[in-house]
């Protein structure tokens, strides 16, 4: 097509170029919205997720605290035990609480117990979600016997005695390996065992070897 007749093509055809490039605009601008809104949701998603490992990993280290002063009052109900036994048990109890209750803040770690539980139901699927929710109902009825002095708090959800600091440790590691993988840095930690294990060591090993040397040539 010449010259002329290609200007001559774009002035009888001008209107429907335009509407065409306008749909097709249309079609590119809704396109990055939805790209835009897709990576928003990510985002959102990611920050979220990081909010739950982030108060998992806090509320287990609390957990140290709050379950070694619990223990004596689920042990003062042990009915097998003499009177005196439960009775010094509840009494040890009672003074550990008093002064766990001046280090820590028990409404504070309730708060964040329940918003675990929230962020949990609200942004988790599957077996991970309800996972996290039972592990912050057992946050919750610990801090609740703490508070409240009662071992009944525990109930209806727990009737049994809750799990130690140790089972609490372990259940929390599992979670936090499946939030990695869930927010998508699963591969960021592909191989990491095996380097700590050798690499890594072998590197404290040869800066500690070096250290040893120069302290030994200088004395």
């Known amino acids: 097509m010449e010259g ?17 490039a306008a749909i097709g605009a249309l079609i590119i601008s809704a396109m990055a919205i939805k790209r835009a809104t897709n990576d928003n949701r990510k985002q959102v998603l990611a ?3 990081e909010e ?3 108060l998992l990993v806090s ?14 009052l689920e ?24 002064k766990l209750k001046e280090k820590i803040n028990l409404d504070d770690l309730i708060k ?12 988790l699927n599957g077996e ?31 009737n049994e005695p809750l799990p130690d600091e140790d089972t609490m ?15 998508g840095y699963g591969n960021v930690n592909k191989g990491f065992l095996t380097y700590r294990n050798t690499t890594f060591k072998d590197k404290i090993k040869a800066i500690s070897q070096s250290i040893l040397r120069k302290q030994t040539t200088t004395h």
């Open 47 to 49: 920050h979220k997720i």
């Open 75 to 98: 042990e003062s109900n042990n009915i097998e035990l003499e009177n005196k036994a439960r009775f010094n048990l509840k009494a040890h109890f009672f003074d550990l609480n008093g």
């Open 128 to 158: 991970i979600k309800f996972d996290i929710i039972c592990f912050s109902q057992i946050l919750i009825a610990i801090l609740f016997v703490l508070k409240y002095e009662d071992i009944k708090q525990r109930e209806p959800e727990f």
């Open 4 to 20: 002329i007749e290609l200007i001559k093509f774009f002035n009888e055809n001008s209107n429907g170029i335009t509407a065409f």
């Open 52 to 54: 739950i490992y982030e």
């Open 112 to 123: 964040k117990s329940r918003r675990l539980n929230i962020l949990a139901n609200t942004y």
């Open 169 to 183: 440790y372990h259940l929390s590691e599992g979670f936090t390996h499946k939030l990695v993988i869930e927010i």
């Open 59 to 72: 509320l287990t280290a609390e957990y140290v605290s709050l379950y070694s002063v619990y223990k004596h």
